[in-house]
């Protein structure tokens, strides 16, 4: 069975920092990039980061580029999202998703269930 299971959420106050965990079962993590995606409330989902668990290549939403860091673990076949310098906008329910070899944008072939980050002012 495919899981990928998000965790780290939490709240926080402005300018504070979080480290988001994906782990991925069930599928050859060496053979995907992931993905990861945010969404509040009455908004539409924002790709955030993406990594490749191959080559550790990276991509970054340009609201999040300086702040936030993926990484990989393939040992524990984990992906990483240390959030720093945190704002209130970036509260949202964030999203891991993993895509066969390749970054996209969209067309994620497995997604986890979600964890919340809330940013206080």
Known sequence: E???VESGGGLVQTGGSL???CVASGFTFDDYAIGW???APGKEREGVSCISSSDGST???DSVKGRFT???DK???TVYLQMNNLKPEDTAVYYCAAS???CVKTDYDYWGQGTQV???S
């Open 2 to 4: 495919v899981q990928l």
């Open 19 to 21: 480290r988001l965990s």
């Open 37 to 39: 995606f945010r969404q």
């Open 59 to 61: 991509y970054y939403g």
């Open 70 to 72: 993926a990484s990989v």
């Open 75 to 77: 040992a524990k076949n």
């Open 100 to 102: 066969y070899e390749v």
């Open 118 to 120: 809330t940013v206080s």
